[in-house]
Nanobody
Framework: VQLQASGGGLVQAGDSLRLACVVS????????MAWFRQAPEKEREFVAA????????YYADSVKGRFTISRDSAKNTVSLQMNGLKPEDTAVYYC??????????????????WGQGTLVTVSS
């Protein structure tokens, strides 16, 4: 399974961006898919996840109400719609996949499949 993330860029505070993660070699709906992010000199942190099959969604408190994770089965893609971006959202964003679902879905160590990362920079 390969994951290809895209959609990052340079935006101003308050703007929106949509990240996409295309899954190849597997079916997106068959995995728990997640987005993590890593800012300079910080640990990788959980952003959002969507559970395999059921599509139940999980969010970090820092992005709840601003970010939305979704899955498009026809395109075999998982997206992260980011609204109301803040400078503290600046990071490299990674998509990840695992099977089966785990209650530890918010731990990066639980994922073995990763995309290459896409940089999001939010200026104030």
């Amino acid at each position: 399974v390969q994951l290809q993330a895209s959609g990052g860029g340079l935006v101003q505070a308050g703007d929106s961006l949509r990240l996409a993660c295309v899954v190849s070699g597997g079916t997106a709906s068959g995995f728990t898919m997640a987005w993590f992010r890593q800012a300079p000199e910080k640990e990788r942190e959980f952003v959002a996840a969507i559970r395999e099959n059921s599509g139940m969604k999980y969010y970090a408190d820092s992005v709840k109400g601003r970010f939305t994770i979704s899955r498009d089965s026809a395109k075999n893609t998982v997206s992260l719609q980011m609204n109301g971006l803040k400078p503290e959202d600046t990071a490299v964003y990674y998509c990840a996949a695992r099977w089966p679902h785990t209650l530890r879905y918010y731990y990066a160590d639980e994922y073995r499949m990763w995309g290459q990362g896409t940089l999001v920079t939010v200026s104030s």
